[in-house]
């Protein structure tokens, strides 16, 4: 009887993982938040008195997540400028891209295994149909759409990054955003010099 009963929690513990791993997989970065949100409030319930000691907060883990999913859109659209672009600076820029935001996403991949935090595994449903958006383009008209785009999205990832260095909880993640924010400011005047010369 024991064994059954033990069949039978094995079974629904897995029907319902992969339920939570199922549900909202369209979009990447729902269905992190949702496993992250499944790991708090299991944390909870298992220790409420001691407020889920290390857990990482909803707002902390929401913050990987969207990072993790904007740091490969900038990969992603760095690769795609290398081979669409026709400025050589916007080709450079690409480069860049690629290069710094693949350590910080590798950095950020190695924090959240230590954190227990799911990340999305390709980029969310924005940044995919941003990625769809510029496959289709080449040229001075690829140039001018993927420079604007960097200067918008780097100006959202700034934000945030500043947010998250002041106002997270996590003393960890705070660092990393800390560490990340001066790379992505430079990131943001070397694309608005890029932007104002494609004028």
Same mark, same amino acid.
């Given at each position: ?15 319902? =993982? ?6 909202? #997989?369209?979009? /990447? ?31 902390? #883990?929401? =913050?990987?997540?969207?990072?993790? #999913? ?32 693949? +350590? ?5 991949? /190695?924090?959240?295994?230590?954190? +227990? ?51 997270? +909880?996590?003393?960890?993640?705070? %660092?990393? %955003? %800390? ?10 005047? %070397? ?9």
């Amino acid at each position: 009887m024991k064994k059954i009963w033990t069949l039978a929690l094995v079974c629904s513990t897995l029907t319902g =993982f992969v339920a939570c791993n199922n549900a909202g #997989s369209d979009d /990447a970065i729902k269905s992190a938040n949702e496993s992250n949100e499944v790991k708090q409030d299991s944390a909870e319930n298992m220790a409420p008195d001691n407020s889920a000691a290390g857990v990482v907060s909803e707002q902390d #883990s929401k =913050f990987a997540v969207e990072a993790a #999913s904007g740091g490969m859109l900038e990969v992603q659209l760095g690769k795609l400028a290398q081979q669409k672009a026709s400025s050589q600076k916007v080709k450079d820029f690409g480069a860049l891209m690629v290069r710094d935001h693949t +350590n910080a996403n590798d950095e950020l991949k /190695a924090l959240a295994i230590k954190k +227990n935090i799911t990340l999305p595994p390709a980029p969310g449903e924005e940044h995919m149909n941003h990625i769809k958006e510029l496959t289709d383009k080449s040229g001075k008209e690829f140039d001018k759409d993927y420079i604007d785009m960097m200067v918008s999205d780097h100006e959202e990832d700034v934000k945030k990054f500043e947010d998250c260095s002041q106002n997270g +909880n996590d003393a960890e993640l705070k %660092a990393f %955003a %800390a560490k990340t924010l001066p790379t992505l400011r430079e990131h943001l005047n %070397a694309v608005k010099k890029i932007q104002e010369s494609l004028k």
